[in-house]
């Protein structure tokens, strides 16, 4: 209960300790901290983003309702496959590596073999099994697709373990290097490869297989760079110990087995949609269910670059006791993910018709499912990353519950929603889903950071954005109805509004402290921490 009082281990000395009853102020070293890896990910997810949207575009418009769909399926086999048989390690990493020294000397590299081993032996029997299995699932994923499904799956499988080891040496890279490694490769190597690659094989003609392949080929090459940056700062080759000690082995596995299930289902949420909805409704179903999911994930993408930013941070706080230092780091990227998201989600609500005619005119009876994915994603940036508080503080159990409940929203729905109603059941089972996991990890979160997660800053923020993008979208409607035409004007105005707001001397200073933050500058984190602690007393 102490730390829950004590001051941050970067207070001042001459600033007294709060009293009983209050909250303290997060540490300013972290707060300066949090906001540079927040702008580092903002950037990254930002160019991802970009490129997700333009293979999207790539797949959809190369290959058709039915063939995008037969494309998204063999997608959501990687991903979920993937998923599963990292058994929640990456996150073990995360949550690790930070706790221990790096070098050399120090024992970090001996999680590699403890955190790799069992998820690789797990990828290559999938791969086994779903090689010797694609001939008898190719009919019942893809049947109906008019591409050779067995072939497809294949590949699929094959690439499995590659796409495993990458995203395990992901996670560790994220925790040795400087974040703008993890970035560079995450962020910038795979989303600009791929639709390079797919659009290559679109253009010659290669079909959906020399498609997927120009799909997967980018991990293999963000394997070897992750192989190359991971193994200085870990000492591998240089002295480190690599033989792990049998309590490594416990209380890595501890942690990271019931974060297995939550891990694939967090992947795999949009993908199991895709494939029910291709063997419940058909590939050109799926199709256009696949083409409404990569706009909704390309606006969580903002969630995404924050959370991969601060989630060691998260650890080494938790880690420490330093609750409220923590809490505090929640807020602050909560509001910034919720200015950056909210205006995506709200446009994409109001404009789907617009965004997927850009797919084609066969996409466009997906605006409904836009429509309700738009709105619960709009939940789920607005509580921000509270799986990080959960999983970083050391509880996969409460976070796995959490998973398990939306899952089974999502299935449960889907399984009855689907066959009728097609795409749009889908996109309502899912949104369901989403709510449910989100509002149950609230609480579970609220209950173990003891903390608040909330702030008066995160709630103006929230109103403020809403009456900003609504008022654009209602002048964008009138002006244009829900099409291209409205949505050109919507963000006219909305680009008009940004300019104006920034000529008033308030919204400038606080640009000014954030950018001062940004490079570091100690005279910016009082007025960065300050609000959010005076508006947490006494709660």
């Given at each position: 209960?102490t730390?829950?009082i004590?001051?941050?281990?970067?207070?001042?000395?001459?600033?007294?300790?709060?009293?009983?009853?209050?909250?303290?102020?997060?540490?300013?070293?972290?707060?300066?901290?949090?906001?540079?890896?927040?702008?580092?990910?903002?950037?990254?997810?930002?160019?991802?983003?970009?490129?997700?949207?333009?293979?999207?575009?790539?797949?959809?418009?190369?290959?058709?309702?039915?063939?995008?769909?037969?494309?998204?399926?063999?997608?959501?086999?990687?991903?979920?496959?993937?998923?599963?048989?990292?058994l929640?390690?990456?996150?073990?990493?995360?949550?690790?590596?930070p706790?221990?020294?790096?070098?050399?000397?120090?024992?970090?590299?001996?999680?590699?073999?403890?955190?790799?081993?069992?998820?690789l032996?797990?990828?290559?029997?999938?791969?086994?099994?779903g090689?010797?299995?694609?001939?008898?699932?190719?009919?019942?994923?893809?049947?109906?697709?008019?591409?050779?499904?067995?072939?497809?799956?294949?590949?699929s499988?094959?690439?499995?373990?590659?796409?495993?080891?990458?995203?395990?040496?992901?996670?560790?890279?994220?925790?040795?290097?400087?974040?703008?490694?993890?970035?560079?490769?995450q962020?910038?190597?795979?989303?600009?490869?791929?639709?390079?690659?797919?659009?290559?094989?679109?253009?010659?003609?290669?079909?959906?297989?020399?498609?997927?392949?120009?799909?997967?080929?980018?991990?293999?090459?963000?394997?070897?760079?992750?192989?190359?940056?991971?193994?200085?700062?870990?000492?591998?080759?240089?002295?480190?110990?690599?033989?792990?000690?049998?309590?490594?082995?416990?209380?890595?596995?501890r942690?990271?087995?019931?974060?297995?299930?939550?891990?694939?289902?967090?992947a795999?949420?949009?993908?199991?949609?895709?494939?029910?909805?291709?063997?419940?409704?058909?590939?050109?179903?799926?199709?256009?269910?696949?083409?409404?999911?990569?706009y909704?994930?390309?606006?969580?993408?903002?969630?995404?670059?924050?959370?991969?930013a601060?989630?060691?941070?998260?650890?080494?706080?938790?880690?420490?006791?330093?609750?409220?230092?923590?809490?505090?780091?929640?807020?602050?990227?909560?509001?910034?993910?919720?200015?950056?998201?909210?205006?995506?989600?709200?446009?994409?609500?109001?404009f789907?018709?617009?965004?997927?005619?850009?797919?084609?005119?066969?996409?466009?009876?997906?605006?409904?499912?836009?429509?309700?994915?738009?709105?619960?994603?709009?939940?789920?940036?607005?509580?921000?990353?509270?799986?990080?508080?959960?999983?970083?503080?050391?509880?996969?159990?409460?976070?796995?519950?959490?998973?398990?409940?939306?899952?089974?929203?999502?299935?449960?729905?889907?399984?009855?929603?689907?066959?009728?109603?097609?795409?749009?059941?889908?996109?309502?089972?899912?949104?369901?889903?989403?709510?449910?996991?989100?509002?149950?990890?609230?609480?579970?979160?609220?209950?173990?950071?003891?903390?608040?997660?909330?702030?008066?800053?995160?709630?103006r923020?929230?109103?403020?954005?809403?009456?900003?993008?609504?008022?654009?979208?209602?002048?964008?409607?009138?002006?244009?109805?829900?099409?291209?035409?409205?949505?050109?004007?919507?963000?006219?105005?909305?680009?008009?509004?940004?300019?104006?707001?920034?000529?008033?001397?308030?919204?400038?200073?606080?640009?000014?402290?954030?950018?001062?933050?940004?490079?570091?500058?100690?005279?910016?984190?009082?007025?960065?921490?300050?609000?959010?602690?005076?508006?947490?007393?006494?709660?």
């Amino acid at each position: 209960m102490t730390a829950a009082i004590r001051p941050p281990s970067g207070q001042h000395p001459a600033v007294a300790p709060p009293t009983a009853g209050t909250v303290p102020p997060a540490d300013d070293t972290e707060t300066r901290r949090s906001v540079r890896s927040g702008v580092a990910g903002l950037v990254g997810a930002a160019t991802s983003g970009l490129f997700g949207f333009l293979l999207a575009v790539v797949i959809t418009r190369g290959y058709g309702t039915v063939g995008s769909g037969a494309f998204f399926a063999a997608i959501g086999v990687v991903t979920v496959a993937t998923a599963v048989c990292t058994l929640g390690a990456e996150t073990g990493l995360m949550w690790a590596l930070p706790r221990r020294r790096l070098g050399a000397r120090g024992d970090a590299a001996r999680m590699l073999p403890v955190a790799l081993l069992p998820p690789l032996l797990a990828a290559v029997a999938v791969a086994v099994g779903g090689l010797l299995a694609a001939d008898a699932l190719a009919p019942r994923l893809l049947g109906g697709s008019g591409v050779d499904g067995a072939a497809l799956l294949t590949v699929s499988f094959a690439a499995v373990p590659v796409v495993v080891a990458m995203t395990l040496l992901l996670a560790a890279l994220r925790c040795v290097r400087p974040i703008r490694a993890y970035v560079g490769v995450q962020f910038f190597l795979l989303p600009v490869a791929r639709p390079a690659l797919v659009g290559a094989a679109a253009l010659a003609g290669g079909g959906l297989l020399a498609g997927l392949t120009g799909w997967l080929v980018p991990a293999a090459l963000a394997l070897l760079a992750c192989l190359t940056l991971v193994a200085g700062p870990l000492g591998v080759g240089r002295g480190a110990v690599l033989r792990p000690r049998p309590g490594d082995w416990s209380a890595f596995w501890r942690f990271a087995l019931p974060r297995a299930a939550s891990a694939a289902i967090d992947a795999g949420n949009m993908w199991v949609g895709v494939l029910l909805t291709s063997v419940l409704a058909g590939p050109a179903d799926a199709g256009v269910f696949g083409g409404v999911g990569r706009y909704i994930l390309a606006g969580q993408l903002a969630m995404q670059g924050l959370r991969v930013a601060v989630s060691p941070q998260l650890s080494r706080l938790l880690g420490r006791g330093e609750r409220a230092a923590a809490a505090a780091v929640h807020r602050q990227l909560t509001t910034w993910g919720l200015v950056l998201s909210w205006p995506v989600y709200l446009l994409l609500a109001v404009f789907g018709l617009a965004f997927l005619q850009i797919f084609g005119p066969e996409f466009t009876a997906g605006a409904p499912a836009m429509a309700v994915l738009a709105v619960a994603m709009l939940v789920n940036t607005g509580v921000g990353n509270v799986q990080s508080l959960l999983l970083m503080g050391g509880r996969s159990g409460l976070h796995l519950v959490a998973t398990l409940a939306g899952l089974l929203v999502t299935v449960s729905l889907g399984l009855w929603l689907i066959p009728a109603h097609g795409a749009t059941g889908a996109a309502l089972a899912w949104a369901l889903g989403i709510v449910t996991e989100n509002l149950t990890s609230v609480g579970c979160a609220r209950a173990v950071v003891g903390q608040p997660l909330v702030d008066a800053a995160m709630l103006r923020a929230g109103a403020a954005t809403v009456a900003g993008v609504g008022a654009a979208a209602a002048v964008g409607v009138l002006a244009g109805g829900r099409g291209i035409g409205g949505l050109a004007v919507a963000v006219a105005v909305l680009v008009v509004g940004c300019v104006g707001l920034l000529t008033l001397p308030r919204v400038r200073r606080r640009i000014r402290v954030t950018m001062m933050q940004v490079r570091g500058r100690p005279e910016a984190a009082p007025a960065a921490a300050g609000p959010a602690a005076e508006e947490s007393k006494g709660r």
